[in-house]
């Protein structure tokens, strides 16, 4: 039965372009996974084009009947980018899962939006090729919603964020047209590089359907150690240590601090006698190489380089896979303190290095101006300055306490040189940081180009901007 907020016939026109088993209404999108939001299928009408033509052709459609359009790709998104409300169709790259080409020699790999970063992963590692970037959600995060959040990830200090792993993009704008730059190649020097535009811009220009990126060597063995500091500063040493090695390839070097440690190691019964927990941050570090003998040799003697300059580090090598996955499992599983405190308000900020250690003593002293009971739990990608800050706190906050909390966590981002979004971008909940973190400038520019390209404000509306942007 059609929907009374939709124009008529418009649910028998849209099956006639996808086909009727893949559309789906009322009870049938209310059946589905939510993902991190329940408000993301709010709008009650989902599409499933099977290739780029049939998504083209719904944009027609919406665009001739004036219906937006919120496109859904794996809804592992933490800011309301994927939220829909009524009236409008989401449109779900679910069934563009195709892997079309991933060519060893070139080190590129073609694929639809909605692969998986997981299958991606899967489908390259009998080639020795890595994607090169690794999110815990890779099992569901797919590639179109990676490059349309910018997503980052724990390998973001080496080999960038997914802008920068991206060769080219197919995408439908919102007039209805295919923009194609399927480019395999890094050198290109030719006229304007619009696939940025589409990257990073939360699906508010358009939908991408297929991506070329390129890949790299994936290293034959890798070995993990946990490391309890004394200090920010002494982790920052130790990062700086493990990359200046010879013989060390890093490849990840993610932070805890001792209350999202504590959370996450009772919740998991993890303890080992080599770790002080009561330490106030942690360090967990991945090596890769040719032989696993040579790293766990190459961690030993990062450890006594470590020691050396900081006589109160624990350490603990991983012996074993499972004893590697049961210390990476500490970090990954923030599940956990979402158990613990359901729906507790987030924060994602980048800073450069050496402004973190005087940004978090200024934080912790701001939170305890405020309430002396909010304990910040922060973990992050300490090699590329990305923090995520939890609060112990369950649900929704008081209006006015959450403005002055986030006052707190943001007041200062911009000057020291950082980002108030890191990785997971804008959506709905982050349009008062944006603008109240960015240069005036940039923010009209941004409306400028929105403007031009969906003047209709056709795509994802609500999000990066309050209001639609004037033509």
Same mark, same amino acid.
């Given at each position: 039965?059609?929907?009374? $907020?939709?124009?008529?016939?418009? !649910?028998?026109?849209?099956?006639?372009?996808?086909?009727?088993?893949?559309?789906? +209404?009322?009870?049938?999108?209310?059946?589905?996974?939510?993902?991190?939001?329940?408000?993301?299928?709010?709008?009650?009408?989902?599409?499933?084009?099977?290739?780029?033509? $049939?998504?083209?052709?719904?944009?027609?459609?919406?665009?001739?009947?004036?219906?937006?359009?919120?496109?859904?790709?794996?809804?592992?998104? %933490?800011?309301?980018?994927?939220?829909?409300?009524?009236?409008?169709?989401?449109?779900?790259?679910?069934?563009? #899962?195709?892997?079309?080409?991933?060519?060893?020699?070139?080190?590129?790999?073609?694929?639809?939006?909605?692969?998986?970063?997981?299958?991606?992963?899967?489908?390259? =590692?009998?080639? @020795?090729?890595?994607? /090169?970037?690794?999110?815990?959600? &890779?099992? +569901?995060?797919?590639?179109?919603? *990676?490059?349309?959040?910018?997503?980052?990830?724990?390998?973001?200090?080496?080999?960038?964020? *997914?802008?920068?792993?991206?060769?080219?993009?197919?995408?439908?704008?919102?007039?209805?047209?295919?923009?194609?730059?399927?480019?395999?190649?890094?050198?290109?020097?030719?006229?304007?590089?619009?696939?940025?535009?589409?990257? /990073?811009?939360?699906?508010?220009?358009g939908a991408i359907t297929r991506l070329a990126l390129k890949l790299d060597?994936?290293?034959?063995?890798?070995?993990?150690?946990?490391?309890?500091?004394?200090?920010?500063?002494?982790?920052? $040493?130790?990062?700086?240590?493990?990359?200046? *090695?010879? /013989?060390? #390839?890093? &490849?990840?070097?993610?932070? *805890?601090?001792?209350?999202?440690?504590?959370?996450?190691?009772?919740?998991?019964?993890? =303890?080992?006698?080599?770790?002080?927990?009561?330490?106030?941050?942690?360090?967990?570090?991945? !090596?890769g190489g040719a032989e696993h003998g040579d790293l766990q040799n190459g %961690?030993?003697?990062?450890?006594? =380089?470590?020691?050396?300059?900081?006589?109160?580090?624990? @350490?603990? !090598?991983?012996?074993?896979?499972?004893?590697?996955?049961?210390?990476?499992?500490?970090?990954?599983?923030?599940?956990?303190?979402?158990?613990?405190?359901?729906?507790?308000?987030?924060?994602?900020?980048?800073?450069?290095?050496?402004?973190?250690?005087?940004?978090?003593?200024?934080?912790?002293?701001?939170?305890?101006?405020?309430?002396?009971?909010?304990?910040?739990?922060?973990?992050?990608?300490?090699?590329?300055?990305? %923090?995520?800050?939890?609060?112990?706190?369950?649900?929704?906050?008081?209006?006015?306490?959450?403005?002055?909390?986030?006052?707190?966590?943001?007041?200062?981002?911009?000057?020291?040189?950082?980002?108030?979004?890191?990785?997971?971008?804008?959506?709905?909940?982050? !349009?008062?940081?944006?603008?109240? +973190?960015?240069?005036?400038?940039?923010? #009209?520019?941004?409306?400028?180009?929105?403007?031009?390209?969906?003047?209709?404000?056709?795509?994802?509306?609500?999000?990066?901007?309050?209001?639609?942007?004037?033509?």
């Open positions: 039965m059609a929907r009374s $907020d939709l124009p008529e016939g418009f !649910i028998e026109r849209l099956k006639s372009l996808v086909g009727e088993r893949n559309v789906r +209404t009322g009870d049938e999108v209310r059946a589905m996974d939510p993902g991190w939001d329940p408000a993301n299928l709010g709008a009650g009408v989902l599409a499933r084009p099977g290739d780029t033509e $049939d998504l083209a052709a719904v944009v027609r459609l919406c665009r001739e009947a004036g219906v937006s359009i919120v496109t859904h790709g794996g809804l592992t998104g %933490l800011v309301g980018g994927a939220i829909s409300a009524e009236g409008q169709v989401i449109l779900s790259t679910a069934r563009l #899962d195709a892997i079309e080409r991933l060519d060893p020699v070139e080190r590129t790999v073609v694929a639809g939006a909605g692969v998986t970063l997981q299958a991606l992963q899967e489908a390259a =590692a009998p080639h @020795g090729l890595d994607v /090169g970037i690794d999110l815990p959600s &890779r099992g +569901t995060a797919t590639l179109g919603g *990676m490059a349309s959040t910018n997503a980052g990830g724990v390998m973001a200090f080496r080999n960038g964020v *997914m802008r920068h792993r991206v060769l080219g993009l197919e995408a439908v704008l919102p007039d209805g047209t295919i923009f194609n730059d399927l480019t395999r190649v890094v050198k290109t020097s030719a006229g304007y590089d619009l696939k940025h535009l589409l990257v /990073g811009a939360e699906g508010t220009l060597p994936m290293p034959h063995a890798r070995a993990s150690a946990l490391l309890s500091l004394p200090s920010v500063d002494a982790v920052l $040493d130790t990062i700086n240590i493990a990359i200046g *090695m010879p /013989g060390v #390839d890093l &490849r990840a070097a993610e932070a *805890m601090w001792r209350p999202f440690l504590t959370l996450t190691s009772k919740a998991l019964g993890w =303890a080992d006698p080599a770790i002080d927990l009561k330490a106030p941050v942690f360090l967990l570090l991945t !090596i %961690l030993e003697t990062l450890f006594e =380089a470590v020691l050396d300059r900081h006589p109160d580090v624990g @350490g603990l !090598i991983a012996g074993s896979s499972l004893q590697e996955e049961e210390i990476w499992r500490l970090r990954e599983d923030t599940d956990l303190v979402y158990r613990a405190f359901p729906a507790a308000p987030s924060f994602d900020i980048s800073l450069p290095q050496s402004e973190i250690p005087a940004y978090l003593l200024r934080l912790e002293e701001d939170l305890a101006a405020i309430d002396p009971t909010l304990e910040p739990l922060i973990f992050g990608h300490l090699a590329d300055g990305n %923090l995520h800050i939890i609060l112990n706190r369950p649900g929704s906050l008081d209006p006015d306490l959450r403005k002055r909390i986030e006052a707190a966590i943001y007041r200062d981002i911009a000057s020291r040189g950082g980002s108030f979004s890191a990785e997971h971008g804008v959506g709905s909940k982050r !349009i008062g940081a944006l603008r109240a +973190t960015s240069d005036a400038r940039k923010l #009209d520019l941004m409306g400028q180009i929105k403007a031009v390209l969906d003047p209709s404000n056709l795509f994802n509306p609500g999000k990066l901007f309050a209001e639609p942007p004037s033509s």
